[in-house]
């Protein structure tokens, strides 16, 4: 499975922009590019995916490289509750193994009021 | 809508015993999966079901797991006999069909924590 590296942790403030980062440098064709996080003693919840193109959702939005060896995950203003550990996964769309999620150690965020 | 369900949500179980976690996925979806953490560990994917099949079980780490989903509805991880290095969190997941923007989505419940004595 290809590989992510993210930073172990970052901090914040409140209402401030956040930009995790993350590297994949041997990223397939067919390797989609998703963000899940992981509040305390909840189970992992989708932040957002891409594949080539810049997203935006209601929680967040994701910008990719040109060359898609590298995407970062912004969250526009910071609350305490996005307090959580940010995971980027690479997806892989075809084969048997398109459920499989692989996850790191993920980027610890702290948000401090 | 009701999410992804788990059931028990806290287990504690004597070393040599068996334990069967429960998984309600959200009603119409055809994936099921389930995912562990044990201590000190990352999350790791274990299997996935698309209906009643398995679809990809490369996780399961050995003979004394037995993942089960009959009808193609709720499923079932069953550890005979568990041992210590079993303790950790069991995730289930559910997701649509794979394509389009929906089915990229894998939503988890919230875990079902198992403490091997």
Request: charge should be negative; avoid cysteine.
């Given at each position: 499975d290809a590989k992510t590296t993210q930073p172990n942790s970052m901090e914040s403030n409140e209402e401030e922009p956040v930009h995790l980062p993350c590297n994949?440098?041997?990223?397939?064709?067919t390797d989609y590019i998703h963000w899940y996080r992981q509040l305390p003693s909840q189970g992992p919840e989708y932040v957002i995916h891409g594949l080539t193109s810049n997203v935006n959702n209601r929680m967040a939005s994701l910008a990719i490289a040109e060359d898609r060896k590298s995407s970062t995950l912004i969250l526009h203003r910071a609350t305490l509750r996005d307090a959580a550990v940010y995971y980027c996964i690479l997806r892989h769309?075809?084969?048997?193994?398109?459920?499989k999620l692989t996850f790191g150690q993920g980027t610890i965020l702290t948000v401090h009021p | 809508e009701a999410g992804v369900t788990q059931f028990p949500s806290h287990s504690v179980i004597e070393k040599g015993q068996t334990v069967t976690l429960r998984c309600d996925p959200?009603?119409?979806?055809d994936n099921l999966y389930w995912y562990r953490r044990v201590m000190g560990k990352e999350i790791k994917f274990l299997l996935h079901f698309v209906k009643e099949s398995k679809?990809?079980?490369?996780?399961?780490?050995?003979?004394r797991f037995l993942a089960e989903r009959t009808g193609g509805t709720y499923s079932t991880l069953k550890v005979q006999?568990?041992?210590?290095?079993?303790?950790g969190v069991y995730f289930c997941a559910s997701s649509q069909v794979w394509g389009g923007a929906s089915g990229n989505t894998i939503y988890f419940g919230e875990g079902s924590w198992l403490t091997v004595v």
């Open positions: 994949h440098s041997t990223i397939s064709g769309a075809g084969g048997t193994s398109y459920g | 959200i009603s119409g979806h679809q990809d079980e490369s996780g399961m780490p050995n003979n006999p568990a041992e210590l290095e079993d303790s």
